[in-house]
């Protein structure tokens, strides 16, 4: 990339292909390693800085927008959720989860109840049944399981994430404007966002997928917005068709022969990471499948039990994004949306990083649910005994 950078310049990727030279029109990457190349020449250690500055920007702007999307939900706790969300992300970005990630969950989980305990109180008479206990449990489970699994390190070190990372970065600070703006009717913020929403779409192809997740939050805050949400919509859609019709216009339209070796040679493997991801029960298929109807297995298997567990654990999954279904479905859609396109081809650690955005604020959302309702209950019981 350094190479093509020496010979031809910074300004010749506006009109043309990346420095990678691979079929791809991503100007404003192109632009960001050029400009450290004359910043930092051969130094590793610019490369990585900037790196390093763009995901605490990042984390920045996965703070504002989760407070701003709680509130906007009527979230009364939108302010501690949105600094879970961000003090995770961050936290993932620099490996800390990565060092405890060979922990059980388990140990957290009981930290956090402790915590809770020790705020609230615990009612000398406080019951709580067994099926209230294991939705709880698992909420608080797979939340803490999810944000522990997860690092971001890598991102820092290798060169090439910048699409990923000025994309993701861009995308997450336009959201906040131009929900900002559809909610306080300011089109000065919709101009924003959807600047930002191009310098997205110029650094990474991923961002495109954000179109209809504004199209549906259009919809569904339709009464509120009134015509505001259709401008955030259109304010996206032509900044989507605008980078589309340069690429095609710049660029050949036949794939090039790495875009061809990156996509999945089937269907199944795509169907199955999409699953997996989205919804984590569904990766025990395998498994199963493996192991038939010789489900004599587990009184030797412990990892039959394993999935047992997780999968009736779910269910606090399901009964708290019903219960907080505005905040966490929101959530679930960005994850959903920006990992469809990905799930297609063949994984990369920074094919995840926008899709986290949304799943951290899932997992940070099922973690506080699971602790509104232990909290919930004990005060109850608590005034209960105390009457």
Same mark, same amino acid.
Not at 29 to 53: H, K, M, P, V
Not at 61 to 77: C, D, E, F, K, N
Not at 131 to 148: C, I, K, N, P, V
């Given at each position: 990339?350094?190479?093509?950078?020496?010979?031809?310049?910074?300004?010749?990727?506006?009109?043309?292909?990346?420095?990678?030279?691979?079929?791809?029109?991503?100007?404003?990457?192109?632009?960001?390693?050029?400009?450290?190349?004359?910043?930092?020449?051969?130094?590793?250690?610019?490369?990585?800085?900037?790196?390093?500055?763009?995901?605490?920007?990042?984390?920045?702007?996965?703070?504002?927008?989760?407070?701003?999307?709680?509130?906007?939900?009527?979230?009364?706790?939108?302010?501690?959720?949105?600094?879970?969300?961000?003090?995770?992300?961050?936290?993932?970005?620099?490996?800390?989860?990565?060092?405890?990630? @060979?922990?059980?969950?388990?140990?957290?989980?009981?930290?956090?109840?402790?915590?809770?305990?020790?705020?609230?109180?615990?009612?000398?008479?406080?019951?709580?049944?067994?099926?209230?206990?294991?939705?709880?449990?698992?909420?608080?489970?797979?939340?803490?399981?999810?944000?522990?699994?997860?690092?971001?390190?890598?991102?820092?070190?290798?060169?090439?994430?910048?699409?990923?990372?000025? =994309?993701?970065?861009?995308?997450?600070?336009?959201?906040?404007?131009?929900?900002?703006?559809?909610?306080?009717?300011?089109?000065?913020?919709?101009?924003?966002? =959807? =600047?930002?929403?191009?310098?997205?779409?110029?650094?990474?192809?991923?961002?495109?997928?954000?179109?209809?997740?504004?199209?549906?939050?259009?919809?569904?805050?339709?009464?509120?917005?009134?015509?505001?949400?259709?401008?955030?919509?259109?304010?996206?859609?032509?900044?989507?068709?605008?980078?589309?019709?340069?690429?095609?216009?710049?660029?050949?339209?036949?794939?090039?022969?790495?875009?061809?070796?990156?996509?999945?040679?089937?269907?199944?493997?795509?169907?199955?990471?999409?699953?997996?991801?989205?919804?984590?029960?569904?990766?025990?298929?395998?498994?199963?499948?493996?192991?038939?109807?010789?489900?004599?297995?587990?009184?030797?298997?412990?990892?039959?039990?394993?999935?047992?567990?997780?999968?009736?654990?779910?269910?606090?999954?399901?009964?708290?994004?019903?219960?907080?279904? =505005?905040?966490?479905?929101?959530?679930?859609?960005?994850?959903?949306?920006?990992?469809?396109?990905?799930?297609?081809?063949?994984?990369?650690?920074?094919?995840?990083?926008?899709?986290?955005?949304? @799943?951290?604020?899932?997992?940070?959302?099922?973690?506080?649910?699971?602790?509104?309702?232990?909290?919930?209950?004990?005060?109850?019981?608590?005034?209960?005994?105390?009457?």
């Amino acid at each position: 990339m350094l190479d093509a950078v020496q010979r031809h310049g910074a300004l010749r990727w506006l009109w043309g292909d990346w420095l990678l030279e691979n079929g791809f029109y991503r100007p404003i990457s192109s632009l960001s390693i050029a400009l450290d190349y004359t910043l930092y020449g051969e130094a590793s250690w610019g490369f990585r800085l900037t790196n390093w500055l763009l995901m605490a920007l990042t984390a920045l702007g996965a703070w504002a927008l989760a407070r701003a999307y709680a509130r906007l939900v009527g979230s009364p706790h939108a302010d501690w959720l949105a600094l879970g969300v961000g003090v995770a992300l961050s936290l993932q970005q620099t490996g800390l989860t990565g060092i405890v990630a @060979k922990w059980s969950a388990w140990w957290f989980v009981a930290a956090a109840v402790g915590v809770c305990i020790s705020i609230t109180g615990w009612a000398r008479h406080s019951r709580v049944s067994g099926f209230q206990l294991l939705l709880m449990l698992g909420a608080l489970f797979w939340g803490f399981d999810r944000l522990l699994g997860t690092e971001y390190t890598r991102l820092i070190t290798w060169v090439p994430s910048r699409t990923a990372l000025l =994309g993701a970065l861009f995308s997450v600070w336009a959201m906040y404007a131009l929900v900002q703006g559809a909610t306080q009717r300011r089109g000065w913020q919709l101009a924003l966002g =959807g =600047g930002l929403y191009l310098l997205a779409l110029g650094s990474y192809e991923q961002p495109i997928a954000l179109v209809p997740l504004v199209g549906a939050l259009a919809f569904w805050r339709r009464r509120d917005w009134g015509g505001w949400g259709a401008r955030a919509f259109a304010t996206v859609a032509l900044g989507a068709a605008l980078i589309l019709a340069l690429r095609f216009a710049l660029l050949p339209a036949e794939p090039t022969t790495y875009q061809r070796q990156q996509l999945r040679s089937s269907l199944s493997g795509p169907i199955f990471s999409y699953l997996t991801e989205l919804l984590p029960p569904t990766g025990q298929w395998q498994y199963w499948r493996s192991v038939g109807t010789n489900l004599e297995v587990l009184l030797v298997d412990r990892a039959g039990w394993d999935h047992l567990a997780g999968t009736l654990l779910y269910l606090g999954v399901l009964t708290a994004a019903w219960r907080w279904r =505005g905040l966490l479905g929101g959530a679930w859609l960005w994850h959903a949306l920006a990992f469809l396109p990905m799930a297609f081809l063949h994984p990369f650690e920074h094919y995840m990083y926008l899709p986290q955005l949304g @799943k951290t604020l899932f997992d940070v959302g099922l973690i506080a649910w699971g602790l509104e309702r232990l909290g919930t209950h004990l005060r109850t019981a608590g005034s209960l005994t105390g009457s």
